[in-house]
């Protein structure tokens, strides 16, 4: 499982790492043996039923969390792993020599293939000492980093340049602070580091903001709430918000694409909450009467990309390639990537909008919120994009552990529209350019995005329906 979001490698690397409790014993039949992922960086080895996972380089081997064990079958010889009947992973043989691994929350599988036995490294004990942490460290980024050219960092040249500052009597201090500053020039909203709870850096684009909760967040929701001017109903922690504009408009707002169930519970639980809301938001009788609908992500701080297609699906009556990824394989070289994965937007079941959306983007929509955006623009009618750039960060999260126990996380998946084109770094830029949430704006209680939005929906004969809307 990979979670998308800007409060960043905190919830990626607990997600990741965190210890599973053995369920029932089983086997994994034709999978008992040891596999490595194409692109990863990642070993895996399952006997008896149990799957271990190992971080792995050129220089070091560390397990990444806890064993799991198998927890069910699937057609094919496929084992499902987990704990307390929750699964994490299922693995699909395909060949004797090569699998397909499906973590949960992933939009994309895989692709695993046989290796005779783990690296020996696995076998023995990490030195603990800053010199050996700062080269894991640096070949980690250094196997998986999507794209140092595009940021503009020798990645070499850092190395040369950090790594006399470290030896035997750094402290941790003094590491975690050469860390920081050798990825602080990616500016990466996907790259940090957590030494504990005192010490966490996380990456930026320069220039941008990132949705944390705090004084911003309170004026950004009044500022909302005053420029509707009309009451709008919250769910999922307040994360998703609804309001009935005049004119036949409405006006969807998500602010993030995970914990709708309470911070601890399973992706499912999630899905089944989303599927209630939109069922709430898109009635039959509403969809009918919608003229037009603004989405709402300027403030998003992402979560999972499945959710984000789980909306998307509430919003087109025939299926398209919202996009599609790839991950960045060190086998090939650093311009080596594993086969490209296309990712889908299937109409839902349900009651389904398919009328002029008008999308509302900021430097603050981050992560599974720029996916979202992305899967958005392959819909017939396109949304009109207005309010500025995304912040650039739609590769999901990569957590890794370090030999002195620090968790970090990096970005190693390339993102792409139907087209072939990347917004890693740069952002999804906007069709309508606005300010959004300046401190001008909020001083004036003025929401200029939104105002071009309903300008941009509100029809001209009031009596014309937009949207056919197909209903249950």
Known sequence: MRIKTTAAVALATAALLAPAAPAHASTAGRLDGFWRSDGYGMVASIKDGVLRLYDVTAISCLPHGEPVEQIGRGPGGAATFGQEGQPYATLTPRTRDRARAAFTGDVATKDLHRVPALPPRCAQPARRDPVTTFDVFWRNFQENYLDFAAKGVDWKAQRDRYRPKVNSRTTDEQLFTVLSDMIRPLGDAHTGIMAGEKRQFMGIRPGTRLPLEGALKKKIDKSVAANLGVPMREW?????????????????????????????????????????????????????????????????????????????????????????????????????????????????????????????????????????????????????????????????????????????????????????????????????????????????????????AVALLTPPNPSATQSSGRGQ
């Open 236 to 452: 999922g922690a307040g994360q998703l918000g609804y309001a009935d504009l005049p004119d036949g408009l409405g006006y969807l707002r998500i602010t993030g694409f995970g914990g709708y169930a309470g911070e601890t519970a399973t992706l499912a639980a999630d899905q089944a909450a989303l599927d209630r809301v939109l069922d709430t938001v898109f009635t039959p009788d509403r969809v009918r009467r919608l003229r037009g609908l603004v989405i709402d992500v300027r403030f998003n701080s992402g979560g999972y990309d499945l959710l984000g297609l789980q909306v998307a699906a509430r919003l087109t009556e025939k299926p398209y390639l919202a996009y599609t990824k790839r991950a960045r394989d060190d086998a090939g070289g650093p311009s080596g990537y594993t086969p490209t994965r296309p990712v889908k937007v299937r109409p839902a079941s349900g009651t389904v909008y398919d009328g002029p959306i008008a999308l509302l983007t900021s430097d603050m929509t981050v992560s599974a919120g720029e996916t979202f955006t992305m899967a958005l623009a392959g819909r017939t009618p396109e949304p009109t994009r207005i309010g500025s750039h995304t912040q650039g960060a739609f590769s999901d999260i990569l957590a890794r552990v370090l030999p002195n126990g620090w968790q970090f996380g990096l970005s190693n998946e390339d993102y792409r529209t139907p087209s072939g084109k990347t917004y890693e770094g740069v952002g999804l830029p906007p069709h309508i350019r606005t300010p959004v949430f300046t401190d001008d704006e909020l001083a004036a209680g003025r929401d200029s995005a939104l105002e071009r």
